[in-house]
């Protein structure tokens, strides 16, 4: 299934996007998309009849705002360095164990909400990167396979981060990822059922319509199940929780002098295949 949240930001409604395109509305069966749903089996089913019998009603998407697909996250745990290709454009050494740093669950936005350029930033960055959203309480997991049955879906998410924050003004990367709107989500959460294999995605990122990151998930250095396996171990994942698994090659950070780091203006579009686009305007906050 392919679940969403529309409507005005803070009042969103769950909805769900069938196999021929039609938007549905789902608030006559679910109040929301979120960690209770994500974590009921049984409501997930309803919900793939309701959705085989066609009996949900359509929804007029023309200028409906797509809202982030998850309602109340708990947190945000990020992968850093998690691809060949970035680890090698940055000149980093590809780590022994997953990068581990965390954003605010408050930097979640919807897919095309505009994200906002930091007062004094000189070096925001786009990453595109594929989202894992749990499904099921995950403590000490014994294995990517058992990680793996802890995912409820997958989604687009975009790690915006504004590189001297991170890397230039000491203590830990928090500080150039944490900034207002810097985690747009979505359009949809695909269950897990719908992606067979996390590590055959390809991911794409363009600015102002030239292409800029064109990878595969099969790069990763960590897979999606052992990121998760190894996350459960030094913190508890929670339904609702979102994990982001790092970014191929292609980033602003990665290239020659002077670095096209992001501004006011700038449009930033993203995809990940199945997973479906995003498309950002920045303006100055």
């Avoid at 408050?106 to 095309?112: E, F, L, R, Y």
Wanted: hydrophobic share 40%; with cysteine; aromatic share 4%.
């Amino acid at each position: 299934m392919k679940l969403l949240r529309v409507g005005p930001a803070g009042a969103e409604r769950p909805a769900l996007l069938d196999q021929d395109g039609t938007l549905r509305d789902l608030s006559a069966l679910v109040t929301d998309v979120d960690p209770a749903l994500l974590s009921d089996a049984a409501a997930l089913d309803r919900l793939r009849a309701a959705a085989g019998a066609g009996v949900l009603p359509p929804l007029d998407a023309a200028g409906l705002r797509i809202g982030p697909p998850v309602a109340r996250i708990g947190k945000v745990v990020c992968i850093g360095l998690n691809y060949h290709d970035h680890a090698r454009e940055t000149g980093a050494e590809p780590p022994a164990e997953p990068v581990v740093f965390l954003k605010a669950a408050d930097t979640v936005v919807g897919p095309h909400d505009t994200v906002l350029v930091p007062r004094g930033s000189r070096k925001t960055d786009w990453e595109v990167e594929l989202a894992v959203v749990i499904g099921r309480t995950a403590r000490c997991l014994d294995s990517a396979e058992e990680a793996l049955a802890h995912v409820a879906g997958y989604a687009v998410t975009h790690d915006v981060s504004e590189r001297e924050f991170q890397l230039e003004r000491g203590g830990t990367w928090d500080k150039g990822k944490n900034c207002e709107t810097f985690n747009p989500l979505g359009p949809w959460l695909v269950t897990a059922d719908e992606v067979p294999d996390p590590q055959d995605l390809r991911l794409r990122l363009w600015v102002n319509g030239e292409l800029k990151q064109d990878g595969s998930t099969a790069d990763q250095i960590f897979p999606v199940g052992e990121v998760v396996r190894y996350v459960s171990h030094f913190m508890t994942l929670y339904p609702g929780d979102v994990v982001n698994t790092g970014t191929p090659a292609g980033v602003a950070m990665g290239r020659p002098e002077p670095k096209p780091y992001l501004r006011a203006g700038d449009v930033v579009e993203l995809e990940i295949d199945g997973l479906g686009r995003q498309r950002q305007e920045l303006k100055d906050a």
